[in-house]
């Protein structure tokens, strides 16, 4: 296989791997389904809110989604489901 230059060397190796078709799933059909579940269940947004927030906090919000890929809605949904949950890591600011 030819070489990506911008991927390291075990990047490159899995990509060589997975387009020789060498990689297979471990995962058993029980597994399968207890994650399909899980994220039924996790995923699930079924209450509406409205917030109000000020211009330049909405500006930054779509700027940082943007930047992930995502959706605003789905950036602010998940920073808040983070919080609540404990798994948001709050870094220092630089000085």
Do not use: C, W
């Amino acid at each position: 296989m030819q070489a990506t230059p911008s991927l390291e060397p075990e990047e490159q190796q899995l990509l060589d791997d997975f387009e020789a078709g060498s990689l297979h799933s471990v995962a058993s059909p029980q597994l399968l389904t207890q994650l399909r579940a899980a994220a039924r269940s996790t995923g699930q947004k079924d209450v509406r809110i409205n917030i109000r927030l000020s211009s330049p906090d909405l500006q930054a919000l779509r700027a940082r989604a943007l930047q992930e890929g995502i959706p605003y809605q789905t950036l602010i949904s998940s920073v808040l489901h983070k919080y609540i949950s404990g798994t948001l890591r709050e870094e220092p600011a630089p000085r």
